[in-house]
């Protein structure tokens, strides 16, 4: 018999990326040109359901398109995901994004919730009807009905799986203490810890502990690299430095390839490593989802000091 890995929901975003590339972010006031744009799947959900169906996982993506959005299943689909559970809402637009990329590789992303913030009770109860105890559920903050999820997912004693993204006063109206695992940034972990900014990784570690001591956190920390923390062990991670393309997917690129690790039964110190090198390669290429990396292609990657 092989080996059972346990299933992973992603219940999450779907959105179409219109990406402009220009020589720096518009001002207040201001109008500017861009030398190209191209159009991407997109969305937290999808980028992390492709990660994750890349890095061979057993996961099943839940959510909410509308019209125009059917090239997202498909693009699941070639990722390795299942998408039974993707439900087609004609009734309203497909969530999507406007993103700037400036010539430093950086991005910032105005966001438009649609079909993504139509996900009903109805919806998550027939979702959840399919897994069981010890599941993942993968969740960020890009879908409604979140705090009716959680709770339904935490009485069925799933592995809640938060990233926080993007960070707004909603998140503070969710029950944080059903979960197991929370990917943030500095700022995100700040913020739910109620701080104005973090000291160190010592004081994060022993706020978290005080704060979530059922949950363990990976907390990432852009060119410093990345840190795991739980109750007992706190485990650090350098970050792989390339020439960045585009970092749109980067943390959804390491958050699926992390919790595909784990289902598997790696440590969080392989984990983190398999992560960080799959972030970095996605940042060298353009696009969101597209940028994604294999599993094959991340343990065959040499990176170049």
Excluded at 152 to 169: F, G, T, Y
Excluded at 201 to 230: C, H, K, N, W
Aim: net charge negative.
């Amino acid at each position: 018999m092989g080996v059972i890995y346990m299933k992973i929901l992603n219940f999450g975003s779907l959105n179409i990326d219109y990406v402009y590339s220009v020589d720096h972010f518009v001002q207040k006031g201001e109008t500017i040109s861009s030398s190209q744009m191209n159009i991407f799947s997109g969305g937290k959900g999808l980028n992390q359901s492709t990660a994750l169906g890349r890095a061979g996982a057993q996961v099943f993506h839940a959510g909410r398109i509308g019209k125009g959005g059917e090239f997202l299943v498909e693009q699941l689909k070639e990722a390795g995901a299942n998408t039974d559970l993707v439900v087609l809402d004609s009734q309203c637009s497909t969530g999507h994004a406007i993103i700037q990329n400036d010539a430093e590789g950086d991005n910032c992303i105005l966001l438009y919730g649609g079909a993504n913030q139509r996900i009903t009770k109805e919806q998550i109860d027939a979702t959840l009807d399919q897994f069981d105890a010890g599941d993942y559920l993968v969740l960020q903050n890009e879908t409604s009905n979140l705090p009716y999820l959680m709770e339904k997912a935490a009485e069925k004693q799933m592995k809640i799986v938060l990233n926080p993204s993007p960070m707004d006063e909603k998140i503070k109206a969710l029950p944080l203490d059903k979960v197991t695992l929370f990917f943030v940034n500095e700022i995100e972990a700040a913020q739910i810890l109620g701080q104005k900014e973090l000291e160190s990784t010592q004081e994060a570690a022993a706020a978290f502990r005080s704060m979530f001591p059922q949950a363990a956190v990976v907390l990432t920390l852009g060119s410093q690299g990345s840190v795991y923390i739980d109750k007992d062990q706190v485990i650090p991670q350098k970050c792989y430095k390339v020439k960045a393309v585009d970092t749109t997917a980067a943390g959804d690129t390491f958050t699926g390839f992390f919790v595909s690790a784990i289902s598997k039964g790696k440590s969080p110190k392989e984990a983190l490593d398999l992560a960080s090198r799959a972030s970095a390669i996605a940042v060298s290429r353009p696009g969101a989802a597209p940028s994604v990396p294999t599993l094959d292609e991340v343990e065959n990657w040499e990176f170049a000091e």
